[in-house]
């Protein structure tokens, strides 16, 4: 009844999983991206701090310390210029370098190495006016607005917790000395803002799992679809049986060439036809050269006649030959008594001496 009306019930296959892919269609997380850039924004400043506020306070100690009134021209301009970025060059490359590793980190996680020009094609749908109206005032808008509330709401509530307990260290910094009162607050900011990261990460995580679980329920396909790519995929069911039957015509032609190699050619008489072929220098053991049944079998025959190869007619061992012995394959030795026997027979027939087995 699900599949009546096209109710997407089977979980998506391989196949469509990787056009989609193809296209930039991937379960990701903005907020897992953005959460871990501010995380690793936050060690950087806290690990880093020190040497980033030494290369400010030499960058203000060179220009404020010098003398009050200084002749400006281009050449002084650039070489301030120079000196200030030397000084600053250190401190930003290291932030800016931690900051797109982390970037790049967090999306090699979460979909893994993929380039593609799908996603930068342009499409009316992103710069339709009346379609961006439509998303915007959607229930889909406003629920990623209750949501964008509700984290805020909770960083607010962390903070709040977080500033109280630290209240009684605060009250005592009107008694320090101006370099504690700055110890003491950046280490408070660099603890409430890892603690804000961390919040930030737990909800990012949330929200890359249920990314995670909406991309596969959109992924998901019906009974219909499954059955169309498996078509696409194996081709059409009658095509594939024309195929197959003709592979096997062809494995029966290059296997009825080997007949006229034969020894013997045992028959049901008419349904199956197997033959045989030994020889004691070559082979350890009589083996099947070519087998089959109807028309087939009938084709078996005929090339036995045309070669003068004795045809005998033994059903039961036929039937055990048939079923039991792949072309190419010795006979088992159970059946080796009832063999020498039609040997025998066929040996005296064409005048040549039986060979030891």
Not at 76 to 105: D, K, N, P, Q, T
Not at 177 to 203: D, E, N, R, W, Y
Not at 234 to 254: C, I, T, W, Y
Request: charged share 20%.
């Amino acid at each position: 009844m699900a599949d009546e009306f096209g109710e997407k019930t089977e979980l998506p296959t391989e196949h469509r999983l990787t056009e989609a892919r193809e296209s930039g269609r991937v379960a990701k997380s903005v907020d897992l991206n953005a959460a871990g850039v501010i995380l690793m924004a936050t060690a950087a400043l806290y690990f880093g701090g020190t040497w980033l506020m030494t290369s400010l306070s030499e960058v203000l100690y060179g220009h404020l310390a010098g003398p009050a009134w200084l002749q400006i021209d281009s050449t002084r301009v650039i070489s301030h210029f120079w000196a200030i970025a030397y000084h600053l060059s250190g401190a930003g490359l290291m932030l800016l370098g931690m900051l797109m590793l982390a970037a790049i980190s967090l999306n090699l996680l979460q979909f893994g190495f993929l380039v593609s020009t799908e996603a930068f094609t342009p499409k009316w749908s992103h710069i339709n006016p009346l379609q961006g109206l439509q998303r915007i005032f959607s229930w889909s808008s406003v629920i990623k607005l209750m949501i964008g509330l509700g984290k805020l709401a909770l960083l607010a509530i962390i903070s709040y917790f977080a500033i109280r307990a630290e209240l009684p260290a605060l009250v005592m910094l009107n008694t320090q000395i101006p370099s504690i009162i700055l110890t003491t607050t950046g280490q408070l900011m660099g603890k409430l803002a890892f603690q804000l990261s961390a919040a930030l990460v737990v909800m990012a995580l949330i929200d890359f799992a249920y990314q995670k679980w909406k991309y596969l329920e959109d992924m998901k396909m019906t009974k219909q679809e499954v059955r169309e790519e498996m078509k696409q995929m194996e081709g059409d069911p009658q095509h594939r049986a024309r195929r197959r039957d003709a592979h096997q015509k062809l494995v029966s032609a290059r296997d009825l060439q080997k007949v006229r190699d034969a020894d013997v050619v045992i028959t049901n008489p008419t349904e199956i036809a197997v033959a045989i072929k030994y020889d004691p220098e070559k082979m350890a053991a009589p083996a099947v050269v070519a087998k089959g049944q109807g028309e087939i079998a009938a084709r078996i025959r005929r090339i036995a006649i045309e070669e003068g190869i004795p045809i005998i007619e033994r059903k039961p061992l036929a039937r055990a030959l048939f079923a039991t012995v792949k072309v190419g394959h010795p006979i088992p030795l159970d059946m080796y008594e009832v063999f020498v026997e039609i040997m025998a027979y066929v040996y005296r027939l064409t005048g040549r001496q039986l060979p030891k087995m």
